[in-house]
């Protein structure tokens, strides 16, 4: 019996410690699932998230924006104004309770026709420099194009067809423009002597070429798989000692594509004769958000005995040392072209999402050398 006393409360008390810990235990909570976020751009820089989840209590949200945080919202909507340009991350978080829930992501860009800024928007170039002159301009502004400029016509044949790129297009007068203080050269889907696009190419031989000097050219750039924009010069001496031995300065290239940002991504190069072979040597610089076709951007070069160097919106990306004998071509004078290509070695042909017809549109151009 004494053994039995002592057993009864024992067992009683652990049956009883047990029976405590399952009530006190709280079951695990359960997290919201299948979140969901889309973003529907409103215009004049304004956005709207929604936003769904299971098993949700309610929803937190920031926009990305400096020094924001997270903010509790009633129902499945938020909006937010923006009013600087650039890449936003928005996130969402699911709440089951204050300390337990799941978030999803998105990016918002904000380029200048998001934000609502208008068709002229974007980067400027002043219009002197300290210890310029400017010597050349063309604003584009009249009602025809200045004698300056040259068309070159047809697809390059019989000497050189396909531009000695593969082009696809057929180049024409018609397919330039002014349209509201712009040079608009257009390509098109579109059948011209044995080709299915046309476009334009624009020169100064003859008429304005430079050694030296700044030269700054705003534009907005045609966008698409396929499509190949050049602002660039040539040596003026080309029809007597050929190309390269020219010299070649491309400006601004790019190479038109989703793929790799190519959209977003342009190119500055030279080329120059090398015991009769093409050497050339180039950089690039792709835009922190967006594409080219966005809005308008000035693409640079700033050229002396010395060296090239090459800016977006006057910030350099690129430069070459041009004193070596052998790039002797680049002490020489040189004349601009302006063109769109469409296909080519470099680009690759259209593809079905390439839409046409495509644009690009030369708000100015100035040069200016030292005095």
Not at 36 to 61: R, W
Not at 137 to 159: I, M, Q, R
Not at 196 to 208: A, D, E, H, P, V
């Amino acid at each position: 019996m004494p053994n039995f006393r002592v057993l009864i409360p024992l067992l009683f008390g652990i049956a009883f410690f047990y029976s405590c810990s399952e009530a006190d235990t709280e079951a695990p909570v359960k997290l919201p699932d299948n979140l969901m976020v889309t973003v529907e751009y409103l215009g004049n820089g304004e956005v709207k998230a929604n936003f769904t989840a299971d098993n949700t209590a309610y929803f937190k949200v920031s926009f990305g924006t400096p020094g924001e945080t997270s903010q509790r919202v009633d129902g499945n909507t938020a909006t937010k104004k923006y009013t600087e340009k650039g890449n936003y991350q928005l996130n969402v978080q699911a709440h089951a309770s204050e300390t337990d829930f799941v978030v999803a992501s998105q990016t918002i860009s904000m380029n200048a026709a998001l934000l609502g800024l208008g068709p002229n928007a974007g980067y400027t170039s002043p219009d002197s420099y300290d210890g310029y002159a400017q010597v050349w301009a063309d604003e584009f502004s009249g009602a025809t194009l200045s004698s300056d400029w040259t068309f070159e016509l047809g697809d390059g044949c019989p000497d050189l067809c396909g531009w000695g790129n593969q082009e696809l297009e057929f180049y024409k007068k018609e397919n330039t423009s002014l349209q509201d203080g712009n040079l608009v050269i257009t390509a098109k889907r579109e059948n011209a002597g044995s080709r299915n696009y046309t476009s334009s190419r624009l020169i100064t031989k003859g008429k304005r070429f430079f050694t030296y000097g700044r030269v700054d050219i705003r534009a907005k750039l045609p966008k698409g798989q396929g499509i190949w924009p050049a602002l660039w010069m040539l040596g003026e001496n080309i029809s007597e000692v050929g190309w390269p031995k020219c010299g070649e300065i491309d400006i601004m290239e790019l190479v038109g594509g989703s793929a790799e940002n190519r959209d977003g991504t342009i190119h500055g190069t030279v080329h120059w004769d090398n015991a009769g072979n093409n050497a050339n040597y180039g950089g690039k610089t792709s835009l922190p958000f967006g594409i080219f076709n966005d809005e308008y951007h000035v693409f640079s070069i700033i050229w002396d005995a010395e060296k090239i160097v090459w800016l977006l919106d006057n910030v350099q990306y690129h430069v070459i040392d041009i004193r070596p004998v052998e790039l002797n071509e680049f002490q020489k004078p040189h004349f601009f072209i302006f063109n769109v290509a469409v296909g080519g070695i470099w680009p690759g042909i259209p593809d079905a999402s390439t839409v046409f017809p495509q644009e690009m549109k030369v708000d100015y151009i100035r040069v200016f050398q030292k005095k």
